[in-house]
T-cell receptor, first 109, second 113 residues
Framework: QQPVQSPQAVILREGEDAVINCSSS?????VHWYRQKHGEAPVFLMI?????EQKGHEKISASFNEKKQQSSLYLTASQLSYSGTYFC??????????FGTGTRLTVIP | NAGVMQNPRHLVRRRGQEARLRCSPM?????VYWYRQLPEEGLKFMVY????????ESGMPKERFSAEFPKEGPSILRIQQVVRGDSAAYFC???????????FGSGTQLSVL
């Protein structure tokens, strides 16, 4: 039930863009995105519900393709503060959330 | 409004001892989730509870692990007869409803010697 994330890691220079993908083998009710900095707790970014919506949070936005059971997180004009590990969490109707293995994002000056 | 409180922050146990991890959800939250995280790995779902009920424990090992969320007091994750492989960070998260965003605690780092 664990979703698959790609890439596993990415290094960006400040100002560059990145896309993180999340896919599931099961039909999805919703997709969550969280960011975790080293040694800290994961922090909520956004939820996307089925219906193919796209949401935004500062310069971070996401899309959810219900038919393809995929979601993508878009980071534009990256900042140093964006560094961390990004997790997608997927819900398939059982009211619990399974997280992917994470994508480690490093933004360098 | 205080966040999700987990204690202890660090717990050291010798093999064979018991570990008790506590989680006090945010005020008004009746849904609690426990996750385990190994270094450089993802968050592995363990159990989902509502007040006094276990909703989904599909991620819990069949032996030695148990969880509860009583009517009064924190949620407890209990690990009996710990082994070195139990060493990990254990995160608790709470939510005011099912399918809502999760608020995570700071985690308990369990080290088994």
């Amino acid at each position: 039930q664990q979703p698959v994330q790609s890439p596993q890691a990415v290094i960006l220079r400040e100002g560059e863009d990145a896309v993180i993908n999340c896919s599931s083998s099961k039909a999805l009710y919703s997709v969550h995105w969280y960011r975790q900095k080293h040694g800290e707790a994961p922090v909520f970014l956004m939820i996307l519900l089925k219906g193919g919506e796209q949401k935004g949070h500062e310069k971070i936005s996401a899309s959810f393709n219900e038919k393809k059971q995929q979601s993508s997180l878009y980071l534009t004009a990256s900042q140093l503060s964006y560094s961390g590990t990004y997790f997608c969490g997927t819900e398939s109707g059982a009211n619990n959330l399974f997280f992917g293995t994470g994508t480690r994002l490093t933004v360098i000056p | 409004n205080a966040g999700v409180m987990q204690n202890p922050r660090h717990l050291v146990r010798r093999r064979g001892q018991e570990a008790r991890l506590r989680c006090s959800p945010m005020k008004g939250h009746s849904h609690v989730y426990w996750y385990r995280q190994l270094p450089e790995e993802g968050l592995k779902f363990m159990v989902y509870l509502q007040k006094e009920n276990i909703i989904d424990e599909s991620g819990m090992p069949k032996e030695r692990f148990s969880a509860e969320f009583p009517k009064e007091g924190p949620s407890i994750l209990r690990i009996q007869q710990v082994v070195r492989g139990d060493s990990a960070a254990y995160f608790c998260a709470s939510s005011p409803d099912s399918r809502g965003k999760l608020f995570f605690g700071s985690g308990t780092q369990l080290s088994v010697l």
